[in-house]
């Protein structure tokens, strides 16, 4: 839940951009963060306390990292939130490899839109959905390796933020999105599974399943229906009960 994200950040317990970690108390079925800071040139830390639902802080939002797919998420998300939490940004393209090689095409320009919509220091929380290729059965280290490099650049840019992670939204039994073939999906939930259990993320929102009436002409992105399901399904995790 979302309590979980804002409470689990980096395992290091190195602090970004000269903030301390957030301790969290639940007040009035509202969590009150209180967040101590020390600015560049001042010896004496200032305290401020904010109130948010769920645990989120609402005025910074969270960043989206992904793929077309997600965006369509995040799309969805918007139409059904009051809350409105997730910040849009260009994701189209953004597989697992445009956003951990340095050397593809797409990579400066996807993180550089991303520090453009997010800018660091902006937010305390980030939602990554993994995107895979056609993969194989099993998750390589040169997958991990991907994935950690993303990581790396999120805390090297944004400092000690929560990092949640998902996999691709499901489909339904027997429904192959030719794109990813027919492991994808599996490979990306135990890519994420492994960032849990070796990057410090938290497992994120599980999304779907997708099928006839869900899925677009391409078998793969969303219709519109696809997006109101998926989108609920976001609500319901990131705005929380």
Same mark, same amino acid.
């Given at each position: 839940? +979302? +309590?979980?994200? +804002?409470?689990?950040?980096?395992?290091?317990?190195?602090?970004?951009?000269?903030?301390?970690?957030?301790?969290?108390?639940?007040?009035?079925?509202?969590?009150?963060?209180?967040?101590?800071?020390?600015?560049?040139? !001042?010896?004496?830390?200032?305290?401020?306390t904010?109130?948010?639902?769920?645990g989120?802080?609402?005025?910074?939002?969270?960043?989206?990292?992904?793929?077309?797919?997600?965006a369509?998420?995040?799309?969805?998300?918007?139409?059904?939130?009051?809350?409105?939490?997730?910040?849009?940004?260009?994701?189209?393209?953004?597989?697992?490899?445009?956003?951990?090689?340095?050397?593809?095409?797409?990579?400066?320009?996807?993180?550089?839109?991303?520090?453009?919509?997010?800018?660091?220091? !902006?937010?305390?929380?980030?939602?990554?959905?993994?995107?895979?290729?056609?993969?194989?059965?099993?998750?390589?280290?040169?997958?991990?390796?991907?994935?950690?490099?993303?990581?790396?650049?999120l805390?090297?840019?944004?400092?000690?933020?929560?990092?949640?992670v998902?996999?691709?939204?499901?489909?339904?039994e027997?429904?192959?999105?030719?794109?990813?073939?027919?492991?994808?999906?599996?490979?990306?939930?135990?890519?994420a599974?492994?960032?849990?259990?070796?990057?410090?993320?938290?497992?994120?929102?599980?999304?779907?399943?997708?099928?006839?009436?869900?899925?677009?002409?391409?078998?793969?992105?969303?219709?519109?229906?696809?997006?109101?399901?998926?989108?609920?399904?976001?609500?319901?995790?990131?705005?929380?009960?």
């Amino acid at each position: 839940m +979302v +309590v979980a994200l +804002v409470a689990m950040g980096c395992t290091s317990g190195e602090t970004g951009r000269g903030e301390q970690p957030r301790e969290t108390r639940a007040t009035n079925d509202r969590d009150t963060v209180t967040t101590t800071t020390t600015g560049p040139s !001042s010896t004496d830390p200032s305290t401020t306390t904010s109130t948010t639902e769920g645990g989120i802080d609402i005025a910074g939002g969270i960043g989206v990292l992904g793929c077309s797919n997600t965006a369509q998420h995040v799309d969805g998300y918007l139409a059904a939130s009051e809350l409105d939490l997730l910040i849009p940004t260009p994701l189209g393209g953004g597989d697992l490899d445009t956003w951990a090689d340095s050397s593809s095409q797409g990579y400066e320009s996807h993180w550089q839109e991303l520090l453009e919509s997010v800018p660091p220091g !902006s937010i305390e929380d980030m939602w990554v959905q993994i995107c895979p290729r056609r993969a194989g059965a099993q998750v390589t280290s040169a997958e991990e390796n991907a994935l950690k490099s993303i990581v790396d650049r999120l805390r090297a840019e944004y400092g000690d933020i929560a990092i949640a992670v998902s996999g691709i939204n499901l489909y339904e039994e027997g429904y192959v999105c030719r794109k990813m073939g027919e492991h994808g999906v599996g490979l990306s939930w135990a890519l994420a599974d492994w960032g849990v259990a070796n990057l410090g993320l938290v497992r994120g929102p599980e999304t779907g399943p997708l099928g006839p009436g869900t899925v677009d002409e391409d078998g793969c992105h969303l219709s519109p229906a696809g997006e109101a399901l998926v989108g609920q399904q976001l609500v319901e995790w990131f705005d929380g009960p």
